[in-house]
């Protein structure tokens, strides 16, 4: 094993009905800046390859190259048209090992190309799910849910990974991610074990990536890149799980017809039913749909049924988890503003948060902070609104 087994940045891209999604645009643009900087620090004919799977989908690698890719390998077949986790995870597999591609790539590394060295998917639910099974897959390692991402050279002691002697590991991925509703950042590491007892690669360094975090680069009609056909190979026993018909499900709570959101968190913890009770008030005064966190949805309260089955619900969650809107008023009440949640509401116009904690991270996002329990604050609100509408009734 050694440093020119493993090439270039591969990226998973998703698409609906051939339209791709932001994350992806957002993890091209990401990966392109990551192999600007590396290809003037160490190898300069390393790439970014953006890998699509689906069926009728070739026109869409023009667009992935405007915006950032050196080389899309497609895969363009029927059985591609819907994601079958066990299809894509094999496709996506055959595609990281092949030497083949990789010449299209770049034929001057790919006489000892074994896998890419880095791998991002979406953190959505399909990136999510397929991360897993194709990293199981390529038995490497996966860091999911990733906000910042660094290349760097190291130097490790670590027991199992070097025998417990120094070691550099060159152009190693520093994967960092949000935890503890993003007051701590976690490094995640994905270290070849060198240990000459138990010697063993972990590439491609792979993870997921929060929706939202990273900038679409500008797209440019004139960049040039390759466009590497590819026909994945199935057996029978792939293919025994068909897709007859699809349907989109509609979401109960529709958020698209409302042009305020209030969202609450954990904050309502001291009075939950009361402070809901609040929340709904203030949403009806304001015409707003009701979102909550993803820890509401694990329903941490007591509270009395109808509360819990109305609002304490996954299909509310506002987040990479769950929903993403772009209201006109976005009231975040009792939220602190993890990546997660803001991911799902940034693009609302205008934002209050409601939050005792000046050091709360959703004061960095939004355009009103008013610092103070919602117990003492919304009721004001409430009043004030009231008034305001019997003015203008007047
Ligand atoms: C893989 C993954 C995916 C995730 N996806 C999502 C997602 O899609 N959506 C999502 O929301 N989260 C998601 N999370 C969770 C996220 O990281 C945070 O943990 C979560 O958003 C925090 O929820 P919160 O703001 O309700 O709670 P907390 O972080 O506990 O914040 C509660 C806030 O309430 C304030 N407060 C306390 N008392 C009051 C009061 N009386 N009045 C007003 N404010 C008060 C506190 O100061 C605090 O800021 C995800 C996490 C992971 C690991």
Request: charged content about 25%; glycine content about 6%.
């Amino acid at each position: 094993m050694t440093d020119g087994d493993f090439r270039h940045v591969y990226v998973i891209i998703e698409h609906e009905d051939g339209k791709i999604l932001q994350v992806s645009l957002e993890m091209l643009g990401e990966a392109r800046r990551m192999m600007d900087d590396f290809n003037k620090k160490y190898l300069s004919k390393e790439k970014v390859v953006a890998v699509l799977l689906g069926y009728n989908i070739k026109e869409i690698s023009k667009t992935l190259i405007q915006h950032g890719a050196d080389a899309v390998v497609c895969a363009d077949n029927q059985e591609l048209r819907f994601v079958r986790n066990t299809v894509y995870t094999k496709a996506i597999s055959q595609i990281a090992s092949d030497r083949e591609i990789a010449t299209n790539i770049e034929p001057e590394y790919a006489v000892q190309f074994k896998r890419p060295r880095y791998m991002f998917f979406g953190a959505d639910s399909i990136g999510r799910h397929l991360s897993a099974t194709v990293m199981a897959h390529l038995d490497s390692g996966l860091a999911s849910d990733i906000n910042k991402l660094v290349v760097a050279d190291l130097q490790i002691t670590h027991q199992n990974k070097t025998g417990g002697k120094p070691l550099t590991y060159e152009k190693t991925l520093e994967m960092y991610r949000p935890d503890f509703s993003g007051f701590l950042w976690t490094t995640i590491l994905c270290l070849d074990n060198r240990n000459p007892a138990t010697q063993k690669d972990f590439h491609p360094q792979a993870c997921s990536i929060i929706p939202g975090v990273f900038e679409v680069i500008k797209p440019d009609p004139q960049r040039q890149g390759t466009i590497i056909n590819y026909t994945p190979r199935f057996d029978e026993q792939d293919l025994k799980v068909k897709i007859i018909d699809r349907k989109i499900v509609k979401s109960e709570i529709d958020f698209d017809s409302h042009k305020a959101v209030v969202s609450f968190g954990r904050g309502v913890k001291d009075l939950p039913e009361q402070n809901i009770k609040l929340i709904e008030e203030l949403a009806s005064e304001i015409d707003a749909q009701i979102g909550i966190t993803l820890p509401l949805s694990k329903r941490p309260f007591s509270v009395s049924q109808t509360v819990d089955s109305t609002y304490l619900i996954p299909d509310r969650v506002i987040g990479t988890s769950g929903r993403k809107v772009s209201p006109k008023v976005y009231v975040a009440v009792g939220i602190s503003g993890a990546m997660q949640h803001i991911a799902g509401m940034k693009d609302s116009e205008f934002i209050i948060a409601i939050n005792p904690d000046e050091n709360a991270a959703i004061r960095n996002e939004c355009d009103v902070f008013v610092k103070g329990r919602m117990e003492d604050v919304i009721p004001i609100f409430i009043e004030e609104i009231q008034k305001q509408k019997q003015a203008v009734q007047a």
